[in-house]
């Protein structure tokens, strides 16, 4: 890979910046805004009195986390498809897999968390009711549902690598 006027090239073969892969790097965004955003969800739903003060902060940070994990996604699939693992087996080989499985879910949870939070937070921010129970409800299951599986997966793939 090379640079060219201060600007990174991208590899067709493997996704990487100035020969790092990219998948740790993009990595490092999921594990910061998707926690992020859903404590920032939870902060919404149950601080009813900053709701109004939460509700930008809330929106951005969850489209960022959605992105991001869906970015952290992609790049592990192209960065897994490289040749830096046609060798591996075993334990190793497995505990890739069990990332990978967790990743899968990761992106379809903090998918269904990103739709609802955006739902609340731009469509349906000042109704009341059984509206905003329902859309508090089903913020507050995603984004728990999130931070366990940004968890889980994260420390899947920590022991992937550090193993």
Sequence with gaps: M???AGLPMFSAMEWSIAGLPLHP???HATVVFTPLAALAALAYVFLGRYRDLLRWPTLVLAVVSVLS???AYFTGVDFFDSDRFANFSGEALDNIETHQGYANTLRWIASAFGVVTIAATYFYHDRTGTIRT???ALIAISAVATLVWVA???DAGARAVWG
């Design 2 to 4: 090379t640079v060219s």
């Design 25 to 27: 790097l993009v990595v």
């Design 69 to 71: 994990v869906w970015a």
């Design 134 to 136: 329902v859309l508090g």
């Design 152 to 154: 889980l997966t994260g």
